[in-house]
């Protein structure tokens, strides 16, 4: 979610209460015979406004679940839960007046600030990293859909393989029409007749082979690079380079459609890489948010009650 001029009545709203917060503060402070309290009718103010932003901020989770729940739209929700979240962290300091306290007080309050903390970082990497994915992966792929592309690319691959090594094998009836020419023209390449000189082009054959299985198709399976290094562009540009020496110039256009093939994957590896990190922080910020609610809404009854 970015901030942008959207969320300017979200952001003037919670800058007024703030200030009128600090404001209140400042006579409350300074004339409360035993000092803040959360206890006192100033305290319990600051922390029932807070608290409630709280609830607000929780509620969201419920929002997103139930999303046929007529209870305004979803992006005001989003913006409410960013901005009155993070106005509930000052508001509880202020009713504190700024001291943590002990025991579960303080662990509520340590817990609070992580959840504060992780917040902002989740609301900056939200603002930024959407743009930055754009600008550095024109070809955004729906996150659930790259296991299915990566399998794609897998099949395409193969198909390569096994056209580019019948060329080279004699074996016509699996090549593509530019390859079937080539071969029945019967050309040369270096004084050697490409359609009747088998067994080079079978060694050829071998050596594509083993790039594919050995190079190519463990990078293509799997997420990552795990130190492959076809994983780096310029290396693997290198390595494309070399096995084009090995083959005949029709089957260049194949090494190029493999090495896009290697430059897709290494596009759904970094998408996926981003979308781990802009996620990643929701499984901090989530736990401790609960877990300030309980906590809270604990620390409450016990208050009032003794």
């Keep these: 979610m970015r901030i942008d001029q959207t969320h300017r009545k979200w952001f003037v709203v919670s800058l007024v209460i703030l200030i009128v917060a600090v404001l209140a503060y400042i006579p409350y402070r300074h004339w409360a015979p035993q000092g803040p309290?959360?206890?006192?009718a100033m305290g319990l103010t600051y922390g029932s406004v807070g608290f409630a932003?709280?609830?607000f901020a929780g509620l969201l989770g419920a929002r997103k679940k139930v999303p046929i729940w007529r209870l305004g739209r979803a992006q005001s929700w989003m913006r409410g839960h960013l901005w009155l979240g993070t106005l509930a962290f000052p508001l509880i300091l202020l009713h504190g007046g700024f001291?943590?306290?002990?025991g579960l007080t303080n662990w509520l309050m340590w817990i609070f600030l992580g959840v504060f903390v992780s917040g902002?970082?989740?609301a900056v990497l939200q603002h930024y990293m959407p743009r930055m994915t754009k600008e550095r992966i024109p070809m955004e792929t729906i996150y659930e859909q790259i296991g299915r592309v990566r399998d794609q690319l897998m099949d395409e691959a193969h198909n390569l393989v096994e056209q580019a090594c019948a060329t080279l094998t004699g074996n016509l009836a699996d090549a593509n029409i530019e390859q079937r020419a080539y071969a029945a023209a019967?050309?040369?390449m270096g004084g050697v007749t490409v359609a009747t000189s088998l067994n080079i082009d079978e060694d050829s054959c071998a050596e594509l082979r083993g790039f594919y299985d050995h190079k190519m198709r463990p990078f293509i399976e799997s997420y990552g690079t795990h130190g492959m290094p076809i994983a780096n562009r310029d290396t693997a540009k290198s390595m494309?380079?070399?096995l084009k020496r090995l083959l005949p110039p029709t089957l260049h256009p194949t090494v190029d459609d493999l090495e896009n093939i290697c430059e897709e994957k290494r596009e759904l590896d970094q998408q996926t890489r981003y979308h781990r990190v802009l996620h990643g922080w929701?499984?901090?910020h989530i736990p401790l948010s609960y877990a300030v609610l309980v906590l809270g809404a604990i620390h409450a009854v016990v208050a009032l009650a003794y």
């Design 37 to 40: 309290r959360g206890g006192s």
């Design 53 to 55: 932003f709280m609830i």
């Design 99 to 102: 001291r943590w306290g002990f």
């Design 120 to 122: 902002i970082f989740g």
């Design 186 to 188: 019967a050309g040369t």
């Design 240 to 242: 494309f380079e070399q």
């Design 282 to 284: 929701l499984f901090v």
